[in-house]
C-alpha cells in the first residue's frame, strides 16, 4: 500500500450524521484522489486534486465534499445527502509524468464505511 | 464514450496452468492502460502499465500482458499460476477529459486451485 495511509480502517455512521475519512500520503505527490468501490462495479471516481488547494468532481460527487489544504493530505466527507453510503473508499495518489496521461496510481488500505 | 471492459467476472484456473485475464478498450487518441490486482479488503497495488512500444509487457509477480492494437485488447497472462494469485484483478485506462482521470474495468476475480 505504500506511503498513503487511509484511517479509520472501519466506519459506522447513522443516518443524518456527517463522517470524515482521512487520508495522509509521504511520496510527495501532487494529485490524490478517492474513489468508491462497490461489488461488481469497480472502481468510481468521487473527486480528485491535481494541486493544494485546487479540486475537480469526478463522477459520483453528489453527497460528498473534499478539501486539500495540504499536500500532504485529502479528507474526504460524507454528508447526510448521500443517500447510499455503504462502500469501501479508496484513496489514491500519483506524481504526474509527462502531463498526467501515464501515471500511476498508488493506493492506501481502504475504509469501509456502514450506514447503520 | 472511453471505456474498459472486462468480459469474464471470475476466472478459475488450476495451479501450475497458464492463466489469462481478459481486457478490451475503447479510447479515442493512444491507450495508456493498466492492470492492478487487489487482495481481499486491501488497497489496488500496480501490476503493469502499456505506454508505448513493445506489445509485450512484463510486470510484477511473474505477470505479463499483451497489447493488441487491432483488437483493442490487454490481456494480462502468467505462465503457470499460483494459489497466492488469487484476487481480484482491474484493468484500467488513462484517458484526457478535463484533465488526465483513470477509468477502471468492473473487476475480474481469478481463483487458482491447488
Known amino acids: 500500500d505504500g506511503g498513503i495511509t487511509q484511517s479509520p480502517k472501519y466506519l459506522f455512521r447513522k443516518e443524518g450524521q456527517n463522517v470524515t475519512l482521512s487520508c495522509e500520503q509521504n511520496?510527495?505527490?501532487?494529485?490524490m484522489y478517492w474513489y468508491r468501490q462497490d461489488p461488481g462495479q469497480g472502481l468510481r471516481l468521487i473527486y480528485y486534486s491535481q494541486i493544494v488547494n485546487d479540486f475537480q468532481k469526478g463522477d459520483i460527487a453528489e453527497g460528498y465534499s473534499v478539501s486539500r489544504e495540504k499536500k500532504e493530505s485529502f479528507p474526504l466527507t460524507v454528508t447526510s445527502a448521500q443517500k447510499n453510503p455503504t462502500a469501501f473508499y479508496l484513496c489514491a495518489s500519483s506524481s504526474p509524468v509527462a502531463g498526467g496521461s501515464t501515471d500511476t496510481q498508488y493506493f492506501g488500505p481502504g475504509t469501509r464505511l456502514t450506514v447503520l | 464514450a472511453q471505456s474498459v471492459a472486462q468480459p469474464e467476472d471470475q476466472v478459475n484456473v488450476a495451479e501450475g496452468n497458464p492463466l489469462t485475464v481478459k481486457c478490451t478498450y475503447s479510447?479515442?487518441?493512444?491507450?495508456?492502460l493498466f492492470w492492478y490486482v487487489q487482495y481481499p479488503n486491501r488497497g489496488l497495488q500496480f501490476l503493469l502499465k502499456y505506454i508505448t512500444g513493445d506489445n509485450l509487457v512484463k510486470g510484477s509477480y511473474g505477470f505479463e500482458a499483451e497489447f493488441n492494437k487491432s483488437q483493442t485488447s490487454f490481456h494480462l497472462k502468467k505462465p503457470s499460476a499460483l494459489v497466492s494469485d488469487s484476487a481480484l484483478y482491474f484493468c484500467a485506462v488513462r484517458v484526457l477529459t478535463g484533465g488526465f482521470k483513470t477509468i477502471f474495468g468492473a473487476g475480474t476475480r481469478l481463483f487458482v486451485k491447488a
Open positions: 511520496l510527495n505527490h501532487d494529485a
Open positions: 479510447v479515442s487518441g493512444n491507450p495508456y
